[in-house]
Each structure stands twice: as structure tokens, then as C-alpha cells.
């Protein structure tokens, strides 16, 4: 035995869950569709601490098992390109792959304002003709890792605003775009890849953080993920209410499961609530975002702007704050009066950094 591993925690981690049984019993199949799981999920897998006694069975990479809560979800890598993918088992039939579908093609991924995440493929279920996966890339929440500095998030803030006007536009409410279904594509940010269970670190050695650049670097893209209540109306409908009360966020005053309410203004509410949440409650210099976000998370539906009309405010915002305050850090709210010397003196240094590096380009 190797050091603290008890004999029970050992086999603990060598034993399949119901859920990981059943993605282990497609393995084969998928695979035979151009993805492969982790070793893990492969016919007679046997776990690498066994083998070899030196192994720490918590520190193996195969001892990783997948969400117990999320059964749908696996994560896979594509053959071809080693690229890391997640697959989500869906009903053929359901609204969520028509919409996944529908902002995927040629004529609507060619678009900038679409932040619908793309599908790579859609592959049916051999063993149920009702069930399809769609295969999606490996993303991350949008605050993992974490800002580095203003124009972090206003990118953030531009991309989600744009990708919600684009939504509307073509007829759809998200109705659950809460932080959760808001996610960034990060694989440019680890040139090395990264786990998809231990995000920190190398996808073969969970024990050694993965390589990382900075936001400021490398451009990320965001995503709306998560169709599930979406709803999406044709340009001839007149009636664009809707009922229910599912959803992440359940701040917004007008969710029923009973009186009609108009879903685009409850996007603008929900996004609205997350830039508060993320941004105003937790940033004490991102002031900025007070009007903006008062307007989107109005009481009364009536009293909030389309998508498009906050797309537009935002932008008036944005052109007025300074070059300087957008390289500088997010500063956490509460911050000790010591901390915040020592923090922003390196912004200072960091912003001059900057500015002497654009010079010079």
C-alpha cells in the first residue's frame, strides 16, 4: 500500500459508479464515432494504482470519475485532433437540438454576434433512436481562471450583450442564461491542455499545474450554453409570452408558472443580475456597469431594453472609461487598505508595462 491509501478509499476509486458504467458501455461505440473517453471508461480498464503499488490511487489520473449530477455529460477527446470535447446526451426530438443545430450551420457560425456554443457533431444513440449526443468543445466558466483586469471583463460584458442581441434577433430566448450557462472557451489560455475534472491542471498529471497565460494575452471566446427551456418563436408569431419558473436565476420578479410574461426581457433581467452579482458586488472599481445594469434588472419587464437598445448603452459606456482604469486589476470589494496599496501598486507597474509595450509594437 502507498502512502496514506486505505484499502476501502483504494477500491473506492477503482469502482465504476452506476453512471460511469453506463458511458463505459457506449465507450466502443463512440469511439467507433471518432471520440474517446478517459482510460477510465474503457473495457477492461484496470487502474494504473495496481499495477504499479508506487501509484497513489488519489493521485492517479484514472482515479478521476466523472459528476454523479450531471449523467448527461461526458467529457472525450476528439481522435483526429486530440481536441477536448464534451458530449451531451439529448432527445432527438427536443428543442435544444434544433436550436444547437439551427446557430451551428454554415449561415449562422459564420456570424461574429453568434456566442451560441458551436456543435462539432451530432452522432445518434445506437441503443435508442430517440436520443442523439451532441458534441461540444470543452468550456470553462467565465471567472475560471479568474479576471486579470478590467478589459477582461469588459470583453466579457461585450460578448455576452452581443451574443444576447443575436439571440433575439432570430426569435429566441435563452430563459436560463445565468452564470452557469455562461461559459469561455480557455483552450488558448493552456497551450498544454488542461483535465477536465482537476481544470488546473496537465491532462495526464493532475499533479502538476497546467500551463497558463494570461487573459490579457490571449483573447477567449464566450458562450451561451444550455438550451433546455429555451423557446424559439417564428417571425410571423404575435403571441411572444411564455409561462414557467425553472431557471438558475430565480430573482426575476415576473417568473410564473401561471401569468404569460415576455421571455427576451427576462434574458435582460438575468444577464443583467449577473453582471451585479459577478461584477458590481464583487469589483469595487467596475462602478460603471450601476446604469446599465439598474435598467436590466428593473422590477417591471416593461421598463427594461431589448437586448439591443442595452448593446447600444453599453457601448456608449464602454467609450468613456479610460485606457488606464482597463488594464488595471479587478479589485475585490473589502479589500484590507494594506492589500489594496501593495495589489495596486503592481497594477501601476503592470499598466505601464503595458502602455511601454504598445508603444513599441
Not at 336 to 360: E, H, K, N, W
Request: net charge neutral.
Amino acid at each position: 500500500m502507498s502512502g496514506n491509501d486505505s484499502g476501502p478509499r483504494r477500491e473506492r476509486y477503482a469502482t465504476l459508479s452506476p453512471v460511469e458504467i453506463t458511458w463505459r458501455d457506449r465507450q466502443q461505440y463512440l469511439e467507433s464515432r471518432g471520440y474517446m473517453l478517459r482510460r477510465r471508461y474503457r473495457p477492461g480498464w484496470v487502474p494504473s494504482w495496481k499495477t504499479d503499488p508506487s501509484i497513489r490511487a488519489k493521485d492517479a489520473e484514472d482515479s478521476l470519475s466523472t459528476h454523479a449530477l450531471r449523467s448527461s455529460l461526458m467529457d472525450a477527446t476528439r481522435i483526429a485532433d486530440g481536441k477536448l470535447v464534451l458530449l451531451k446526451r439529448i432527445r432527438s426530438d427536443s428543442q435544444e437540438l434544433e436550436i444547437a443545430r439551427r446557430f451551428s450551420s454554415p449561415e449562422y457560425r459564420s456570424d461574429p454576434h453568434n456566442h451560441c456554443v458551436p456543435i462539432l457533431d451530432i452522432i445518434p444513440d445506437a441503443d435508442d433512436s430517440q436520443m442523439s449526443y451532441i458534441v461540444m468543445p470543452f468550456l470553462r466558466y467565465v471567472d475560471n481562471p479568474p479576471f486579470e483586469s478590467v478589459k477582461n471583463i469588459l470583453d466579457c460584458i461585450d460578448q455576452l450583450l452581443e451574443g444576447l442581441a443575436f439571440l433575439h434577433e432570430h426569435g429566441v430566448a435563452h430563459r436560463d442564461c445565468a452564470y452557469k450557462n455562461l461559459m469561455m472557451d480557455g483552450s488558448a489560455l493552456y497551450p498544454d491542455g488542461f483535465h477536465p475534472m482537476y481544470t488546473t491542471s496537465m491532462p495526464q498529471q493532475i499533479k502538476r499545474p497546467a500551463t497558463l497565460l494570461s487573459r490579457d494575452d490571449v483573447p477567449v471566446t464566450y458562450y451561451y450554453v444550455d438550451f433546455g427551456i429555451s423557446t424559439r418563436f417564428e417571425p410571423e408569431d404575435t403571441n411572444r409570452l411564455v409561462v414557467g419558473s425553472d431557471g438558475l436565476d430565480q430573482d426575476p420578479p415576473e417568473l410564473s408558472e401561471d401569468d404569460p410574461y415576455d421571455p427576451f426581457k427576462l434574458d435582460v433581467f438575468i444577464i443583467g443580475n449577473f453582471f451585479r452579482q459577478q461584477f458590481l458586488m464583487t469589483y469595487a472599481n467596475v462602478d460603471f456597469l450601476v446604469p446599465l445594469v439598474n435598467q436590466m434588472t428593473s422590477r417591471d419587464p416593461a421598463s427594461r431594453p431589448t437586448a439591443a437598445a442595452a448593446l447600444v448603452h453599453w457601448k456608449a459606456i464602454r467609450r468613456s472609461i479610460w485606457s488606464v482604469q482597463r488594464f488595471w486589476r479587478p479589485r475585490p470589494r473589502g479589500e484590507p487598505l494594506i492589500v489594496r496599496a501593495i495589489f495596486d501598486g503592481f497594477s501601476l507597474f503592470y499598466v505601464i508595462y503595458r502602455f511601454l509595450l504598445l508603444a513599441r509594437l
